[in-house]
Structure formats: C-alpha cells, structure tokens
C-alpha cells in the first residue's frame, strides 16, 4: 500500500468511525442492560448461594457447574468447560492475634493468613516486632535487627493517588515478597497492613510467594487490620518490647481438577477472528467475592446475552471465559492462551472486567498507537453514558497472555475509589454492589464489543489478515 | 471593540487559559484535601453528633451553631449569621400503616408523612385505593372513581436515564402536587411510590404544596417504600377491594427564627467582587441527611480552608455560605440573594454541592455560551482527576436566586447513581459516604474556585466591570 493510500484511507477510517446506527444500538444495549439485564440476579446467587469459590473449593466447583447452566440457558453455540489443574491451600481454623504488652496482658487484633501462607507452629508464634515501611528498609536493616523477630510492614496506601490501583501497585509487594525476604533475614513471622486506603476492621488476604525458598525455612504470614496496624504502630513507638502471637492453620494441598467455563456465539461472517470478554470465577474466601470478580463474572456473561437481546448478530466469535484461578496462580488465563495459541486461534480482541462493579468510567488499552487510534474514533458514541476513560495501559491478569502484536486486550475501568475498601475482604459481598453500576459496566463492555465485531480491529499488521 | 480585535482576544485568551502554575496549584489541593482535608471529620461530627436537622428543629440550631464554631476557628476575615425565618414541620410520632385484604386480616408496609403534609384524622385513615400511574391519569378517572379513595401514586423513576436527577424530575410531580390534585378530585388521602430507584424497604419523605387549598380540604400525603408499593401495586392487580390504613400525626407549627451561617476571606485586589460556595445546612429527619446534604456544607467549608492550607491569597472575596431551609422553603437562598441585591453585592460566580457525596464527574454551569467557552478552557487541568463532565444545565436551588445576566452559576455533578438510594431516607446516614469521594469533590470545587478567583469572570458583560 502507497503512503498515499494509506492516508487517504486513514482519512476515510476517521471520517467513517461510526454511524447513526451505532449510537442507536448502543443505546439499545444501555437500555436493555438497565431495565432488562441478567448481570444483578446472577450476582445475587453467585454470591449469596454459592459465596466464596477459592480456587479447589467445593464452593468453586458449585460456580463452574452453575457458569456452564446459566450459559446453556443463553442458547449460544457452544458451551464447555476447559481442564485445568489449580492450586488448593487452604485457611483452616479462624487465625487468632493479640498484642501482649507485658505477659498475660493481651489486646487481640483482627488478621488473616495471606494466601498460599504456611501455619505458625502448633501453639502459635510469638516474638517480638520490629516494624518496617517495606522491603528496602527490611534489608537496610539486616539480619542482626531481624532474626528471632516478627516483621510487621506497614507502609500504608498512597493517598494522593487518584488511581487507587496505582496506590496498590506501589504498596503490595510487602504483602506479596515481604515473607520470602523477611525469611532470608531469619524472620520468624510477617504481619501485612492491609492493602486498604480506609482505617477499618477488616483485614484483606490475597497472594505471597515464597520464590524457591526450602520448606523448613518459610516463615507464616498474615495481614492485619488497618485499624489494628495504626493500633500496632503506636504501641510499638511507646514500647518496642511488647510481644505479638498470631495463630494460623492454613496449608497447601495438592493441586485439584478444575475448568475454565466458556460460552461462544459463532461469527457470522468471520468465525475465525475471536472476541473474547471475561473475568475469573475463583474469589478469595473471606467474602462471598461479589466486587471481586464475580462482578466481572456476571458482567461478561451478560455481554453475550445483551447482544442477542438487542438484536445484534455478531460477524466474528464472541466468547465468554470465566477463568478459573486468578487470585493465586493464573492457571486458567495460562491454559486458555496455551490452548488458543495450540489451535491457531486468532483473538483480535479481548477484555477483561476485574475492577470491581462500580460505575463504569471506560477503558485501558493495550495495543499499537495505531489500534489505540481506532478506539479512539469510537470515544464520542460513549458519552452520552458519562464513559470518558479511553487510555492506554494494563488490561488485566486473564487477557494479559492473550496479547500479540496485531491485537487489542483491554480492562474495563470502573470508578476506583471504594474498590480497596472490599478488596480481598469478608465485607467484599452483595450488598456493597449496586444495580445499576453494575449494568453500566456490562453495557459498557457490550458497547465496545459491539463495536469490535462490527468493524473489526484496525489497522491489522499481520500478513495473513490483509487477505479479508 | 471591533469584531477583529475580540478576534485576537478570544485566540489570546484561549491560548493563555491557564499556566503550569496552576495545574501545581491544583495538584496541591487535590494532594491537600486528600491527605489533610476536613470534610470527613466534620461530617463525622454534623451527622454522628447532630444528627437529622430539618428547618425549626433544635437540631437544625445546633448545627448553626456548630457551623459558626467551625468557621470561626479557620481564621477567615468574617463570620457571621444571617438571619431568616423558617418553617416548622414535625413528623409527630411514628407512622403506621396497613394493607388489609378481609377484615383484621391486615400487612403493615413501612410509609412516611411527606414533608408539610396534615395528619391523618384521628384514630387514623382507611379507605379503598385507586392506584394512578401519575397526575394526568388521575385527572382522566375524574372524580367519580376517585371520590372518598386513598390515591396511590406508583410511577416509578425510569430506570432508562443515565442521570438519575433527570428520572427524579420526571417522577416527582407525584410528590409534590399529588396530595393537592387528588384533593381537588376528593380523595381523602395519598400514598405515594418513594423517589427510589432501587428495591427496598425504605420510604423516601420530600417535600409537597397543598398549594392555597383551603385548610379542610387538605389531605394527608405519606411515601410507601419502594418494595411495598409494588407489594401494594400486585396486591391491588389481584382485589380491587383490599383496604388501605395509614396513620400519622405530622403537624405544621408557626415560623421561627434561623440563620444562614456565612464566612468570608476578603479579596486582596477586588473585594468587591463575591464568589460563593455552598450547600444547605437543614436536611430531612429520617436519617442523618450525610449526603442531603451533610456532604455539601463540608466540602463547601473546607474550599476556604484548603485555599488557605494550599497557600491561595484570594483576589476576590470568597465566601461559604450554609444555606438553611433548602429542603421545604428554600427560605435561606432567598434571604442571601436578597440581601445581597439590597447591598448591591457584586456575585460573580456562585457553586453548589448538593448532589451527594459521591466521586466528583464535573459541573453544570447555568451562564453565557461566553462565559462557558472560558471555563472549558480550563477543563484539561481537571483530566488528571478524572473530572470529565463539563456542561451547560441547572446550578442548584441555593445559587439559582443568585443568577445574574453576567455571572457564572454552577453545581457540582458528582456520579449520581447511588443517589437515590440514600435520598431522604433513613439510610442517608455517615456511614454511606466514602471518605475518598467526599475529599475529591471538596478539591473539585475548591480547584474551580482558585481558577474563577484568579481569573475572574469572562467576559464580563456589565459596562461597570469593563473599568478594571
């Protein structure tokens, strides 16, 4: 293709990014999604009647059964569930804190045992602290004013952050690493503040490594309220002496069959260019896992039955994935890859909702200048649903190994501010999800799936696509 | 001026719309409010200590007290009261009501007395129901089928709009003249659906007109909750007969005294020249009216203080003003902008927050397409908050007394989703506000008003500002 050409088509593309049709079927989509939607009621079982689905769960398993029903009643093309063998640790009995100023005087304080934790030894653990604002500290500090200790991290959340997911980015590797390096130090145990930007009572669990690290010297690790690490914090700047016990029973069992749950509608036109639009099925179990993801769960599924209840045939494959086993392992989001790379699947485009389900305030991309260009043109036919957000950067953990050169993935970006408030948490339920925030966000996705199908990603470099 | 030179003016002026001072200016106030704002623990205090504050209410004095307290301890150039006479309203005791089927065979349904509504006769009211779909369908049964009934209001908030205000204009006439229309036609009550969007159990008081009805002719006028309205609605498809029993002992008492609560920083260079913000201090008695509008007052108290703690010497006099008696009078507005027209007071630019505590999306200005194109020109230094929503509409009740042909009028806009959840009911309560949301949208109109003080209003059209 000349330069000429190419701008001349350039020019065409942006002149041509949309039609009136669009916005009115987009506005059919909102519409039904607000008055007609399935995404709440979906909720309320996944959350109220199954609850918490940890990866190897039962509960998890309850969640990929009634995934594949809820997706037969849809009358797509396919549905099926897709093997894929995942991790099962599990809590135990309830964790028990306290603070012990001198002996048998004891404030207890709310934590939980991080995911993949070991337990404390039988009778629990306790030690002195030292206190620490992350991992660099930890290791200007050294094994002498480390080992024999219990390293509590409390770096809070940056507040001055608008984007609370950056604030979390930059805060939780002590939560994630702060075990593995505390151990190297002789550590004998790591308390977490939990990653929340509120001072609250909840403590919030998610992943840790332990790296390559021998069995017998991985130390347990928990997090601990926000609340009760102020509590802490100021009980240590008066009396570096005081103790902390923490008991845990948590443990890794072997890996347990699992699936990935997948629905498609079979393209019209170009079957073989696939659209996939998913979150992860599995929770963390201290909640019923409704912000985190079954939010995503409903939405995504909502998506394929939205566009059919609006009347849209769709030209490529929409699929659906509900991923099995983000929160500690992303196995399934590695097997659905693996599979789609095996086959030669072509996946143009692929979108991600795990942000929680807040009010819908659009988009990060990750694709080409060029492809980012194209989104772009589309922009104006999402502002009448207040949808402003078309950025570049992350799409998220499940579509992430979907990314090619000549494709699109991409993360719904809800409003961020109360997410951390939930996140990973026994108060991450039903009820702080709200109807129509929820809607929005699927008829978001939809609107944007939409739009993918019907005109297809452009510019597309692959050879082997110029051909259509 | 000639056209040529406005010409020149307007690129200048478009061009020169701001300077990097003034994003690090905005910076600094979003960073302030977030890691050192007031708003959430002064909305601790007015709702935890306080409490509902419905105009005439002992409450309602406390917090006039508690907001001079407050204001005097910022260090502004002035802080005084305002006085104004206001309504008294009392809810009485509780409310009672019933459906009942046969005879002692009866479902109580949570109501509450619309604001200014009569009581019931006592011993309470109980009639059969015509349920009406709105005002106009009730005027089309006429007076025959409506005579010596109980009007049951149940057009719900078309749940289609994305601005959930725009569902509440379109719903609210059946509140507020519903009792007056019925009456006219001979009813001997009202019942009406609660201005909810979502299902619960709450019922949703506001205000009502009986207009000048004579005092016999007046009837009592209750909200259902949204859940027993469709119960009521199912109940009355399957038996027209079923009877409708409410009891209230609301009551309007004579007028008394109460203040606009009002503070000023002097302008440097134009003290002449008045911007002011603000919300209102009453609120409904059923909760603790944290987002109607708890959340306003203190982000309207703390612009002035996070000017003063981001190192603003304003030009221009700025002041906060606590309106009273929105809710049932708007008595407060009134008696500010009359004031303020008898001293000849120049407002230039007047900002509402009464829309909840949510995360911030933008404003509504109500001004010249002039005077819109200047503030446009300064809506990229919001992008890095994610304030996206800026549009011409409505201002609020508090500034709209204030509208002049060459000033600026404006509200802030924040997510309006949840809104209506809370709405005047007993769950607006501290607890629904997130500290995060409220800190954003105190910096929100804390930013605008740094840029309308040090830039003014323009153009200005009055021949008298053309001098300076």
Chains 1, 2 share one sequence.
Not at 3 to 24: G, H, N, P, R, W
Not at 45 to 64: F, M, P, T
Not at 92 to 115: K, M, R, S
Not at 244 to 254: A, G, H, P
Request: glycine share 10%; hydrophobic share 35%; net charge negative.
């Amino acid at each position: 293709m000349s330069k000429y050409t190419f701008l001349v088509l350039m020019i065409f593309v942006s002149f041509l990014a949309y039609s009136q049709t669009d916005q009115e079927q987009i506005d059919k989509i909102y519409k039904t999604s607000l008055t007609n939607g399935k995404s709440y009621e979906w909720l309320d079982y996944l959350s109220n009647q199954i609850g918490g689905r940890l990866s190897g769960s039962l509960n998890a398993e309850k969640a990929v059964q009634w995934g594949k029903e809820e997706l037969d009643k849809l009358g797509l093309d396919k549905v099926w569930l897709q093997p894929v063998m995942v991790p099962k640790w599990v809590r135990g009995n309830p964790e028990y804190a306290y603070i012990e100023t001198t002996p048998g005087n004891t404030t207890p304080v709310n934590i939980c045992a991080l995911g993949g934790s070991m337990a404390t030894p039988f009778g629990g653990l306790k030690a002195n602290l030292v206190e620490v604002n992350g991992i660099d500290e930890l290791k200007a500090l050294g094994e002498n004013q480390v080992k024999g200790k219990i390293v509590f991290y409390n770096r809070p959340m940056d507040e001055e952050l608008i984007n609370t997911f950056q604030s979390y980015g930059g805060c939780v590797d002590q939560r994630y690493s702060g075990a593995l390096e505390a151990a190297k130090l002789g550590a004998l145990g790591v308390i977490v503040r939990s990653m929340n930007l509120r001072l609250d009572d909840f403590p919030h669990t998610g992943s840790m490594t332990y790296d390559d690290l021998p069995l017998d010297k991985r130390i347990p690790a928990a997090a601990i309220s926000t609340n009760h690490a102020e509590l802490l914090s100021n009980m240590l700047r008066l009396d570096k002496s005081i103790q902390f016990y923490f008991s845990q029973s948590c443990r890794q069992l072997k890996d347990v069959q699992s699936y990935n749950v997948i629905g498609e509608i079979t393209g019209s036109e170009f079957p073989n260019e696939y659209i996939v639009v998913g979150g992860h099925l599995d929770s963390w179990d201290l909640g019923d896992g409704a912000h985190d993801d079954g939010a995503g769960i409903v939405q995504s599924m909502d998506v394929l039955r939205l566009l059919k209840e609006s009347g849209v045939t769709p030209k490529r494959s929409i699929r659906v994935v509900l991923f099995m086993n983000e929160e500690n392992g992303l196995r399934g989001a590695k097997k659905y890859a693996e599979e789609a790379k095996r086959k030669g699947e072509n996946h143009v485009f692929a979108l991600e909702s795990d942000s929680g389900g807040f009010t819908p305030r659009g988009f990060s991309f990750d694709c080409s200048d060029a492809n980012f260009s194209q989104v772009l043109g589309w922009k104006p036919l999402f502002k009448p649903y207040l949808i402003h957000y078309f950025e570049k950067g992350g799409s998220g953990a499940d579509v992430g190994p979907l990314k090619k050169d000549n494709n699109v993935v991409a993360g719904l970006r809800p409003d961020s501010q109360r997410y951390f408030d939930y996140h990973h948490a026994a108060n991450d339920t039903f009820d702080a999800v709200n109807k129509r925030e929820l809607e929005l966000g699927a008829a978001t996705m939809t609107s944007l799936v939409y739009l993918y199908d019907k005109y297809g990603v452009n510019p597309i470099t692959s050879t082997e696509k110029l051909k259509d």
